[in-house]
């Protein structure tokens, strides 16, 4: 029997590894743009299993952000920190409500249309920061204290300090990772596929795909909403462009440029598109052309989205190594298709029968 390994695979714990232990060799700027990475590589997560999933082109995920990252700022008190406990909750609740709301409506729409609804839909959560004082206004509002992990008196965990804000935010990273990865190889994950190649089929197959797409919708909003919370514990202030659709944007870029489908692509497209734009906007680097960052920023976009059709982890992209195990037989070395079907919850004969296989 033979198994093949990917590089992937073996990227994605030494990558961990190194990330884990960077706060203690990164200097206080180094660190921050690191931890501002992670928030973005989970905010390009969650709009992975939209994109990449089921087929769901949103230009209005970064409400979801928004409103995470508001609700978090506006439920911590002025004079102490908040209580992840119960805080996680009720950031992650408004977003979720939010996208079943308007979910309902922007799902039974498709293509074009699709994405029109949902830029529509984040504009009006815009409007609602921005003009009004709820929030701040178009100013703002701040966050005082970072949360922590407290049970009665007692603290668990308090992320104050850098390196320990920093390790928080890669765990949240990591765990978000790991449950869309058995999300994606289960039997929803399976059906989400289909629907993304084939929704016609899928329905005639007997598949309720609008459940499926609705609980997708949901679910990345949550996780966007997490990422939003991450976001406003970092820099400790909240403005209604964390809303607006350049941010949408920004993070469908970063899907695409990472690869579609793919949530170690995800994590790619984070990490180049902030990077691209730390080092373009570095007066250091370009001198007085940085003032015009969005130039050279456009055109790289452009010049990466041409010479990589798939993304930056369509790199790894190579044969993976072979290794031959101790069993032997033609039964043993038969082409792994049924071991994956059964792992992921392989769909009826008439529905597509590709399986999404996520890539660390």
Not at 230 to 250: H, I, M, R, T
Request: aromatic residues 12%; charged residues 10%.
């Amino acid at each position: 029997m033979r198994y093949r390994i990917r590089p992937a695979l073996l990227l994605a714990p030494a990558g961990l590894l190194l990330a884990a232990l960077a706060p203690w060799v990164l200097d206080g700027y180094h660190a921050g743009l690191a931890i501002k990475i992670m928030i973005y590589a989970l905010f390009a997560l969650s709009l992975q299993l939209l994109v990449g999933g089921a087929g769901l082109i949103s230009l209005g995920h970064a409400a979801f952000f928004g409103i995470g990252a508001y609700a978090a700022a506006l439920l911590s008190p002025e004079s102490g920190p908040a209580n992840f406990f119960w805080l996680i909750p009720c950031v992650v609740a408004p977003a979720m409500a939010y996208a079943a709301l308007t979910g309902a409506l922007a799902l039974r729409t498709r293509g074009i249309y699709f994405i029109m609804i949902t830029l529509a839909f984040a504009q009006m959560a815009y409007y609602v920061f921005h003009d009004t004082e709820a929030g701040g206004g178009s100013d703002g509002i701040y966050l005082y204290f970072r949360p922590e992990w407290r049970i009665g008196g007692h603290t668990l965990l308090n992320v104050d300090g850098p390196h320990a804000f920093y390790l928080f935010t890669l765990a949240v990273l990591a765990l978000a990772w790991l449950f869309l990865a058995m999300l994606m190889r289960s039997r929803f994950g399976a059906a989400l596929t289909g629907i993304r190649i084939n929704e016609q089929r899928m329905r005639a197959a007997g598949y309720a795909t609008f459940s499926y797409k609705f609980t997708a919708y949901v679910l990345a909003a949550g996780l966007a909403a997490l990422a939003g919370m991450l976001y406003a514990a970092k820099d400790g202030f909240v403005n209604p462009e964390l809303l607006a659709w350049e941010q949408s944007g920004l993070v469908l870029l970063m899907v695409i440029l990472g690869g579609l489908g793919r949530l170690g692509g995800a994590v790619a497209g984070a990490a180049a598109l902030t990077l691209l734009q730390e080092a373009f906007q570095s007066e250091a680097l370009f001198g007085g052309l940085a003032s015009h960052w969005h130039l050279p920023f456009g055109l790289s976009i452009i010049a990466l989205v041409a010479l990589l059709p798939r993304g930056l982890a369509g790199l790894l992209d190579r044969p993976g190594v072979r290794i031959a195990s101790g069993a032997s037989g033609s039964a043993g070395s038969a082409a792994p298709g049924p071991r994956s079907a059964g792992r992921t919850g392989a769909a009826p004969e008439s529905a597509p029968q590709t399986t999404y296989r996520p890539q660390p």
